[in-house]
């Protein structure tokens, strides 16, 4: 089946013609850890700063016994070493989160390399597009903010031709970039499109921080930034406006990681009118005490209203769902919590996969290793829904 071109992907009926797994070298592929994703690069460092520290402290001891000026070296020395135990602690930190993949995406990262040149030079041939949009909208507090759009491949050569849409949201802190380059959205999505493992997706990656690094919970807050509003009106209709989607919930996927998870559990279970699937990756069944105080000013029943771990009991469903729950095992607290959301969907007959990632903990890691089979996921439910 060629799916770079036509009017609109649909599978056939009974059901898509998708694979179940993912394939095994796609997956060998898209989970191989870069240099950067490793512990040597901090081990390595860390042993520069050794070396440094030891000759500086030997060159000082012997000037001091030539009765030599000394301290000029040891101040030199020791803002050397200094900086390089903090480069070795941030390449511990990232191998450990994974936030910068790559050489160039550490350039990304320091703003030196455009993000939208691919971050991994192994991607397959065919990439898609990686755009920047401003969208914001004052009248619900929501200042301006960078959403990032991927176009798929084909988008530009098939102009008749129209695609789902997935919706990701980024974790707390962070930003609407992090889905693009720590979670490796334009590479796995060639990699999958490619392979005729998922149809050619958009897929938007909105900011909705209401501001420099608030935690948002993509909630309406109470006399603050209305960012369930923002998302579901401003980010859903500018899609529809200005990119050639499929208007409907059956092609709308609204997904993210951490607090991106809650937003996406919350705002897709409350809008079910606008999104038939719903990818949440290291999710939480509650907003969480701070946010409930400052965003919800500690009001009870506004607090319950968005406690998926709650309401999913009894909400109403009253059309085709589908929903995918993904977390590492590193923490057992995290997989209980995630598989009890599960069995909240599944008692209800709602489809749900729910999949553990062996060793991964609450990182960027896990989510771009759990990704793919949440694409997978989805694209197998576009039509059902």
Known sequence: MNWTGGQAWAPPQ??????TVLPSDVVTRLQSQGLLLTPWPAVVVALVASAVAVVT??????????????????????????????????????AYVGYAPSIVAVGQL?????????????????????????????????????????????YS?????????????????????????????????????????????????????????????????????????????????WADRHLRTLPDRGHRVLGGMSMGGFCALDVGLHHQELFGTLLAFQPYGDPGRDAARALLAGRQRLVAAHTPSQYAAWIPVPQPLSVYLDTGNA???????????????????????????????????????????????????????
């Open 110 to 154: 320091a703003g030196v390399t455009p993000l939208a040149q691919p971050a991994y030079a192994h991607a397959p041939i065919g990439h898609g597009r990686l755009i920047p949009v401003l969208l914001g909208d004052r009248r619900l507090k929501v200042p301006p903010g960078r959403t990032y759009v991927y176009l798929p491949p084909g």
């Open 14 to 19: 009974p059901g898509p013609h998708l694979p």
């Open 331 to 385: 923490s057992s607290g995290a997989v209980r919590r995630v598989q009890r959301l599960a069995g909240l969907f599944a008692r209800r007959g709602i489809p749900t996969q729910f999949r553990i990632q062996r060793g991964q903990g609450h990182t960027w890691g896990e989510a771009r290793v759990g990704l793919p089979w949440g694409l997978l996921f989805a694209a197998r439910h576009l039509a059902a829904s």
């Open 157 to 237: 050569t098939h102009p008749q031709q129209r695609y789902p849409v997935v919706y990701l949201i980024h974790g707390s802190p962070g930003g609407s970039q992090d889905w693009m380059r720590a979670g490796q959205v334009p590479v796995t999505v060639d990699l999958l499109v490619s392979r005729h493992v998922i149809p050619p997706m958009i897929v938007v990656a909105p900011d909705v921080n209401a501001g420099w690094l608030r935690d948002s919970e993509c909630l309406d807050a109470v006399g603050g930034a209305q960012v369930a509003t923002y998302l579901v009106r401003d980010v859903v209709g």
């Open 57 to 94: 402290a030997l060159r000082f001891r012997r000037r001091r016994r030539q009765h030599r000026r000394a301290w000029t070296g040891l101040l030199t020395g020791a803002l050397t070493t200094s900086l390089a135990v903090t480069l070795a602690a941030a390449a511990g930190l990232n």
